[in-house]
């Protein structure tokens, strides 16, 4: 078992080892400056690639090599919502207005069938429109129903 933690920097380690790796095969560095190697201008470039790939069979490497079988992965959830949650603010607060949610999140849910869309039904709160219609009858105040928002999705 492996912690495949995000924790450090994967690009910048990946790009030095192939930088590294290139200068010790002989190959012109020039180009490069190691210490730099994270800027986006170098994104396009053969070290950048190759070290991609190295980061892309990570995983399949190390099982193969040290006998993993199973990969922890431990802060991708907290990370993935930071970076959303600042990208929709920039745009919810910015120009972009209530396009920036319903563009960059709500669509791109119903497109992928990602079920969250439904958060009431995920909630429980058919479950809890059940209950209050077992003590109140057609008196009770639900949350489904045919005119409820669920049921756009």
């Known amino acids: ?16 080892q192939v930088y590294d790796a290139m200068k010790a095969a002989g190959k012109d560095v020039s180009a490069y400056e190691r210490a730099q190697l994270m800027s986006v201008e170098y994104d396009q470039t053969e070290l950048a690639k190759l070290a991609d790939e190295k980061i892309r069979t990570f995983q399949a490497d190390s099982s193969r090599e040290a006998g993993i079988f199973h990969h922890l992965i431990t802060l991708p959830t907290y990370h993935t919502a930071a970076l959303s949650t600042d990208n929709l603010a920039k745009e919810y607060f910015g120009d972009q207005g209530m396009l920036g949610y319903v563009a960059g999140v709500q669509r791109k849910e119903i497109r992928q069938g990602i079920a969250c869309v439904k958060h009431q039904n995920m909630s429980g709160s058919d479950i809890g429109d059940d209950h209050k219609e077992y003590f109140s009858g057609e008196a009770a105040l639900k949350a489904a129903g045919k005119d409820n928002t669920m049921n756009q999705f």
Request: aromatic content about 24%.
């Open 1 to 16: 078992m492996y912690n495949n933690s995000p924790s450090f920097n994967w690009t910048l380690n990946f790009r030095q």
